[in-house]
């Protein structure tokens, strides 16, 4: 049995066009899933229809989220928010939290995850977080950049990689703050960027990851295991 794995897409609001970056849906596709594009609509009657048949969602990447959502303005570097994609996706983990349906949030998707529960995200890294990373890398996309260690072995995430230091990419200028009150920070980077969370609830696959394992997969076989993992939890 295949599951329907759906994966929000990305929004140009100048080019009114919707895109996937392909590693995501190979990755599903290679791990045993079928990949379902899900488009930022914004009648909730349709995601919930769409919801009922999928057996699992992940969160892509993409731009920041509108930072209203966790009651606070803008900072100056705060870019690019598109708000068709933000109201289809905080309306989606939530009703998925509801229901207990497998979730994977994937760099804006973890923090996309946290904020639509309850939590809150550093909008600018560098200007709020004294001694950061680099956390934008200038590699390619599929090199680990940085360390991440696993701080908590009770977790799904220590399950799936069974070590507690793991190395990955890293695209991003933004991370999660606040811990929302359903989750549980799983692994953080050496200036203590939060880089994993996951449901304390432990009746559902539900996690969040900073960096990108849809561009590692093909050449790091211990990210693909994330991807076979959240399969699995989701037949």
Request: hydrophobic fraction near 35%; proline fraction near 6%; glycine fraction near 6%.
């Amino acid at each position: 049995m295949y599951p329907l794995i759906g994966i929000t897409t990305s929004y140009d609001n100048e080019k009114k066009k919707a895109s996937l970056n392909r590693g995501y849906f190979r990755a599903v596709q290679q791990a045993g899933g079928v990949p379902v594009p899900i488009l930022p609509l914004d009648d909730t009657k349709i995601l919930l229809r769409l919801l009922e048949h999928l057996d699992g969602i992940i969160f892509s990447g993409g731009p920041d989220v509108d930072p209203s959502y966790f009651h606070e303005e803008p900072h100056p570097h705060t870019e690019d928010i598109c708000p068709e994609r933000d109201e289809a996706e905080v309306f989606l983990a939530r009703e998925c939290m509801r229901r207990a349906k497998p979730m994977l949030g994937i760099c804006r998707g973890i923090q996309l995850l946290n904020i639509a529960l309850g939590g809150s995200i550093y909008q600018d890294i560098p200007s709020q977080i004294k001694k950061s990373l680099k956390h934008r890398q200038d590699a390619p996309r599929w090199h680990a950049s940085h360390e991440v260690e696993i701080i908590c072995e009770d977790s799904e995430l220590f399950a799936i990689f069974g070590q507690n230091h793991i190395r990955v990419n890293s695209f991003h200028h933004q991370s999660v703050k606040d811990i929302a009150p359903d989750f549980k920070v799983t692994a953080v980077a050496r200036d203590g960027v939060v880089e994993a969370i996951e449901a304390k609830r432990r009746d559902f696959f539900c996690m969040g990851v900073q960096w990108h394992p849809e561009e590692m997969w093909h050449k790091d076989p211990l990210q693909f295991k994330l991807f076979e993992h959240f399969i699995r939890a989701s037949q």
